[in-house]
């Protein structure tokens, strides 16, 4: 799998609340930081996490698009927006830009609904 199809199956794993379409992607060691801070080590940790976020199942990740990417060997870079309801009521309208250079992966989000910027390292 490239890692562009392996970046659209992670959005569309969000999209469809689809657990084993999240997990079949990640390796057995991997670390997950939220924009907030709060990491997640390890798949079984990651399955928690993404059970927990989708209930109640008001919650939802409505779009996630990527307007911007470019992917080569050594470089990924992908810029986007996804917009997201909590409980059902709030939307949140996120951007993020994800950048990955020989291992070292960065990705930036911001939240435009209060001109908030968040970090994340995975």
């Given at each position: ?60 990740v ?55 910027k ?5």
């Amino acid at each position: 799998m490239t890692k562009s199809e392996l970046f659209q199956q992670t959005i569309d794993a969000w999209l469809t609340k689809d657990i084993n379409k999240l997990l079949s992607g990640l390796s057995a060691d991997i670390i997950y930081t939220e924009c907030y801070g709060a990491q997640y080590q390890g798949k079984a940790e990651i399955e928690k996490w993404f059970r927990q976020w989708n209930n109640p199942v008001e919650n939802q990740v409505k779009s996630w698009s990527v307007d911007k990417s470019y992917v080569d060997n050594e470089r990924v870079f992908s810029h986007g927006f996804s917009i997201m309801s909590i409980k059902g009521k709030k939307i949140f309208l996120m951007e993020f830009l994800l950048l990955n250079f020989l291992e070292i992966k960065f990705v930036k989000f911001k939240n435009l609904n209060k001109n908030m910027k968040n970090f994340v390292h995975f």
